[in-house]
C-alpha cells in the first residue's frame, strides 16, 4: 500500500487515521468539508499545519487528487457529488459511528461502523466508561488493518472489531503528549 485519500479528515478520527496511514508509510491525501464555521476552521488549520510537517501528508480538492488510490475513506456525511468517479485499488468504505435505522442511506460503497472512542478530544467527565471505549489509535490500526487485508469485500456493512492494545496509562500518556505538541485553543477552553 502507497496512497490513501480520506474524505472529510477534519474529525478527530480522520486525522488519528491520517496520522496512523502515515506511520505505515503511505502517501495521504485529505480532503475537508468546504462549509465551516470560523471556529471549525481554526481548529482545522491548526491541526493541519501539525500533520503538514510530513512529506506523506496534503491536503487537496478531489479534482486534483490521483486517478487511483490504495484506499480510500469516506468519513464526511455530506453528499457530493466529487465523490463520483474515485477508485481505489484495495476498497473505498465509509465510515460511520453508528448503524444508520434508514435504509435509503446503503450507499455504492461499504460502511464500515466504528466502536465507541476517546482521545486527544474527550473531556475527563466522558471517559468514565472507558471499558466500553476504546482509545483512538487502536481503532485506526485495527481499520486499516483490516481495510488492507480485504480483497474487494462483499459485505455492505462491516462492524469493525478492535482489539484493544492500548492500556489507560498509555493512553493517558500519549494524550498528554498530544496535547503538549499541538494544544489548541479548543484545548484550552476545555480546561
Known amino acids: 500500500m502507497e496512497t490513501g485519500l480520506i474524505i472529510g479528515a477534519d474529525e478527530f478520527f480522520g486525522l488519528a487515521l491520517c496520522e496512523y ?24 488549520e491548526e491541526r493541519m499545519m501539525w500533520l503538514g510537517r510530513n512529506d506523506l501528508f496534503r491536503v487537496i ?8 488510490y490504495d484506499l480510500i475513506f ?28 434508514d435504509k ?3 450507499q455504492n460503497v461499504p460502511v464500515v461502523i466504528l466502536p465507541r472512542m476517546f482521545g486527544p478530544w474527550t ?11 476504546f482509545f483512538v489509535e487502536d481503532v485506526a490500526r485495527d481499520l486499516f488493518n483490516w481495510a488492507s487485508g480485504a480483497e474487494q469485500r462483499q459485505e455492505i456493512t462491516h462492524e469493525l472489531k478492535v482489539e484493544r492494545q492500548t492500556d489507560d496509562k498509555q493512553a493517558e500518556e500519549m494524550i498528554a503528549e498530544w496535547k503538549r505538541q499541538n494544544s489548541t485553543f479548543f484545548d484550552k477552553k476545555q480546561e
Not at 480532503?31 to 481548529?43: D, I, N, R, V
Not at 480538492?61 to 487511483?68: C, R, S
Not at 464526511?76 to 460511520?96: C, F, M, N, T, W
Open 21 to 44: 496511514m502515515m506511520k505505515e508509510g503511505m502517501h495521504v491525501d485529505i480532503t475537508c468539508p468546504h462549509h465551516q464555521t470560523k471556529e471549525q476552521k481554526m481548529l482545522l
Open 61 to 68: 480538492d478531489l479534482q486534483d487528487g490521483k486517478d487511483t
Open 74 to 101: 469516506i468519513q464526511s456525511e455530506e453528499p457530493d457529488k466529487r465523490q463520483e468517479g474515485l477508485k481505489a485499488a484495495h476498497g473505498i468504505y465509509r465510515v460511520l459511528y453508528e448503524k444508520t435505522k
Open 104 to 106: 435509503s442511506s446503503n
Open 123 to 133: 473531556i475527563d467527565k466522558e471517559r468514565t466508561k472507558r471499558e466500553e471505549a
